[in-house]
């Protein structure tokens, strides 16, 4: 049984960071890609960020790059999002997902509930 449990959110000002993490369990981790996708109000789910199974290799939407960093820790099964700079754009519904595709664009296997990211004044 695949879980994917993503915490870390909450409500920040703009210029603000948080920092996601995920755990997983129910597969082996560290064979698999990891992603993180978000869902803001209103709005189709999209790709944000990835990370190879060596963790080596990573992905950034053009929306996120420069300001989000992914990264992992496969003795632990966790996989992080450290989000800095946040803009209002960012408020979204965080989705830990197992990577189902790189190309030729980014999809998830699995998601777990999310962690929700609120930036505003």
């Known amino acids: 049984d695949v879980q994917l449990q993503a915490s870390g959110g909450g409500s920040v000002q703009p210029g603000g960071s948080l920092r996601l993490s995920c755990a997983a369990s129910g597969f082996p981790f560290s064979r698999y890609d990891m992603a993180w996708f978000r869902q803001a109000p209103g709005k189709e789910r999209e790709f944000a960020a990835a990370?190879?199974?060596?963790?080596?290799?990573?992905l950034y939407s053009d929306s996120v790059k420069g300001r989000f960093t992914i990264s992992r820790d496969n003795a632990k099964n966790t996989v992080a999002l450290q989000m800095n700079n946040l803009r209002p754009e960012d408020t979204a519904v965080y989705y830990c997902?197992?990577?189902?595709?790189?190309?030729?664009?980014?999809?998830?296997?699995?998601w777990g509930q999310g962690t929700l990211v609120t930036v505003s004044s």
């Open positions: 990370i190879a199974w060596r963790g080596g290799t990573t």
């Open positions: 997902s197992r990577l189902r595709q790189w190309r030729p664009t980014p999809l998830p296997r699995f």
